[in-house]
């Protein structure tokens, strides 16, 4: 499950969780919209289980897209203990896939 947040949300995640992979949006962006059902795919994946799936308007959201260092969109961070793993700009989904099995 994918879950919708904003800086002060995601701030309390980035405590709360172990894992996270968050993807970075706007609502223009044709290429963050047709990521977000192989996002939503990705996230109920059963070899996934312990990882948070977070969306995130990257231009309503200036706390969290700094944090993680948004150069494009759709924009991909993961997160472990609070801290950045990796960043990525990408449409592909094997690139988010191999993103989240790195914070297994």
Known sequence: MVVKVNDVEFAEKLKSEEK????????WCGSCR????????????EAYTGITF????????PEARKLAGVNNLPFFATFKN?????ADNTSKEENV????????
């Open 82 to 86: 609070g801290q950045i793993v990796k």
């Open 20 to 27: 996270l992979i968050v993807k970075f949006y706007a609502d």
């Open 54 to 61: 977070l969306d995130i308007n990257a231009e309503e959201n």
């Open 97 to 104: 896939d191999a993103m989240i099995k790195e914070l297994l």
């Open 34 to 45: 047709l990521f977000a059902p192989k996002f939503t795919k990705l996230s109920n994946n």
